[in-house]
Structures are given as structure tokens and as C-alpha cells.
């Protein structure tokens, strides 16, 4: 049961991040000098994923063309001795074939996007990134979640702990923890009003999932925000397969918001030695 694919939905329309995003994909804006995106699909090829499935929407073709080739600008860079960005625009594009595009027509919610990758999926666990939950971490989230899916050999989900009263923005979780980082769920709720939360365990956007989530998915039963939701059918899938939570290690910055997406900008600036030095004294001069 090796996990071959990755699902990257990004067909959303990033509203939270308007004006920036109405012609650029959310999963496009840059963490320092790399899109969130790109921090996904390296984490995933990291993993061991083999082939990448982008569900993408209407105007997202510039997260295409990012994972392409550019003969033009590859061609001016090499002229011009620019070894490291033609290093640089060239490792990031996987060999050809290895992406495939599908299309979500209608932004109808996280579950009906991944429903839109059953075709190329099939019948063969699979995991779900969401580029804007980026975690900074020695070893990415996705490898550590790999590792406890070859033993326990179900669904599972990253979690994290979240401010009680803040589970209304996510998906949260309950169960019984089993072993170091792992909980056996016994039940998941989507976006739960603080007072009826299970807990504050929220489920951050990485997933492995069995391919019996699709013909739960394939109901198209709307929930939270009119919108169907990968929590309400991993509920339905609870029922008659266990489903873990994974503690994963690593600082997690939503990125989705503008807040987190700045402090993701600043942690990952502060890893960068020639960024470092300039961004420090500006930082301390500002805070006074
Ligand atoms: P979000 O709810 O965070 O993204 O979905 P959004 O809807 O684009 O953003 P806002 O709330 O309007 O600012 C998490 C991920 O799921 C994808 C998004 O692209 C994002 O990567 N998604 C969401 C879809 O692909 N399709 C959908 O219908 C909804």
C-alpha cells in the first residue's frame, strides 16, 4: 500500500486574500522567493509521491505554467551566466508526465474538489495537500504521516491544537490518543461553534485517504457554508473504517490569512542568512 498520488486542490477562490487574488492564484503568492504551491510539491515529491494531480478552477493558469518548461527564459539565462536562477526555474519542474491536470467547474467545497480527482486517483490510497497550510519542520509533515500509514494502513489527518475558541474556523477532531502523535478518532466535525466542540484538535491540510472517501464524496451532501466537506464524508467513512490524527512536528503558518501568511514570510526569511541580516535590525527598528 505504497501512496503513489498526491491531490493538490487549488481550484478555490482565495477571497480572503482579494485584490491580490483576482487574477492570481492564491496558491501563486511567493513565501519569501517560492509559491506556496511549490512548497507543497516538494514536500510530496519528498514523500516518495510519484505522480501529482493539481484540481484546478478557472484562471489558474499561471500555477500551469510555474511547473513547465521556459525555453525563452531558460535560454536568457543561460546567456547570460546565470547558473543559480536557471538551476533554480529548472529542478522545480517535475519530468513531464508526472503532473496531471483535472478541473473542478464550480468551487463547491475541499470534498467536492478531491471528488473531481477520482478518475486519475482510482483504487489505491491517496494524500491531499492544501498549499496553504505551510509547516516548517526538520522533516516534512507529508514523510512523517507516510511512515505511521505503512503500519496502520488507514485514513489519516494532520492535527494540531488549536485557541478553543477558534474551532469554528476548522475541522475538529475527537478520539483516544494510541500510541506517540497518533489518536484513533471516534469522530470529526466541521467548523463546530466553540461550546459544541469535541475538543480543540483541528485538522491542518494534510491527508492520506482510502478510495472509498470517493463514493461518499459522490453523494455531493452539502455542509458547513453550503459546501461539501471532506470532514463530513470522512465522517460517513468513520463508520466502517478507523481513521487517525497524526500529531505532526513542525510550526504550522495558515497561510490562507493575511497574518499567518506574513509570519510564514518573516520564519522562512529569517532561515535565509543574506535576507536574515538585512530583515533583523529592520525588524528590531520597527518594533522599537
Ligand atoms: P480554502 O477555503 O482555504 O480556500 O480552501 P479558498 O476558498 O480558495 O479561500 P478563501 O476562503 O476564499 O480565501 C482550502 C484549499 O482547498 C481548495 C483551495 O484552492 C485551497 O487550496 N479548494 C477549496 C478547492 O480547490 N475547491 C473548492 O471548492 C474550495
Known amino acids: 500500500m505504497k501512496i503513489k498520488k498526491a491531490v493538490f486542490p487549488v481550484a478555490g477562490l ?11 492564484p ?3 503568492l511567493p513565501v519569501v522567493d517560492k509559491p506556496l504551491i511549490q512548497y507543497a510539491v516538494e ?9 501529482i494531480i493539481f484540481v484546478t478552477g478557472r484562471g489558474k493558469t499561471a500555477l500551469e505554467d510555474h ?8 535560454n536568457i539565462l543561460l546567456s547570460k551566466n ?4 536557471f538551476k533554480a526555474i529548472t529542478s522545480l519542474v517535475p519530468e513531464t508526465g508526472t503532473i496531471i491536470y483535472t478541473r473542478q467547474n464550480e468551487p463547491l467545497g475541499l470534498g467536492h474538489a478531491i471528488w473531481c480527482a477520482r478518475d486519475v486517483v482510482g483504487d489505491e490510497p491517496f494524500a491531499v495537500l492544501l498549499a496553504d497550510d505551510l509547516v516548517k519542520s526538520d522533516r516534512p509533515v507529508l514523510s512523517q504521516m507516510i511512515q505511521r500509514f505503512c503500519r496502520l494502513r488507514a485514513s489519516m489527518v494532520a492535527v494540531m ?7 469554528d474556523k476548522y475541522g475538529i477532531i475527537s478520539g483516544k490518543d494510541i500510541e506517540d502523535h497518533v489518536i484513533q478518532l471516534d469522530a470529526l466535525v466541521e467548523k463546530p461553534k466553540p461550546a459544541e466542540a469535541p475538543s480543540n484538535l483541528a485538522i491542518i491540510g494534510r491527508y492520506i485517504l482510502t478510495p472509498e472517501i470517493f463514493s461518499i464524496l459522490g453523494e455531493k451532501k452539502k455542509g458547513a457554508g453550503n459546501e461539501i466537506q471532506i470532514t463530513d464524508a470522512m465522517s460517513i467513512l468513520l463508520q466502517s473504517q478507523p481513521i487517525f490524527g497524526y500529531r505532526f512536528e513542525g510550526r504550522r503558518f495558515d497561510c490562507g490569512n493575511k497574518a499567518g501568511f506574513q509570519m510564514a514570510n518573516v520564519a522562512f526569511a529569517m532561515d535565509r542568512p543574506e535576507i536574515k541580516d538585512k530583515l533583523l535590525p529592520f525588524l528590531k527598528e520597527i518594533i522599537g
Open 14 to 24: 482565495g477571497t480572503r486574500f482579494l485584490p491580490a487574488t483576482k487574477a492570481l
Open 26 to 28: 492564491k496558491e501563486m
Open 43 to 51: 514536500e510530496a515529491l519528498n514523500a516518495g509521491i510519484e505522480q
Open 67 to 74: 511547473f513547465d518548461k521556459s525555453f525563452e527564459l531558460e
Open 82 to 85: 546565470k547558473d543559480h536562477d
Open 161 to 167: 491544537e488549536v485557541a478553543p475558541e477558534e474551532t
